[in-house]
């Protein structure tokens, strides 16, 4: 999922990249900012958590929206 998958994704169920944060937080007790969201989504942050916070955002995502 891209940096702009995810932002269209979050506006159709009507949630914030805010919201993804503290979700992530919250179930994965993973620390994160927005700022950090956006850098990994978009790719210019990579690595090991980057990979492990992509498969969470998709997740959650599919979660809210119930797939």
Sequence with gaps: ???NEMLHELIEI????????REIESRYK???SSTELSAIMSGTQQGAKA?????????????WKGV
């Design 1 to 3: 999922m891209t940096k």
């Design 14 to 21: 009507g949630k914030k990249q805010t919201d993804l944060v």
């Design 30 to 32: 993973e620390k994160m």
């Design 51 to 63: 990979e492990r916070v992509k498969i969470e955002v998709e997740q959650i995502i599919n979660d």
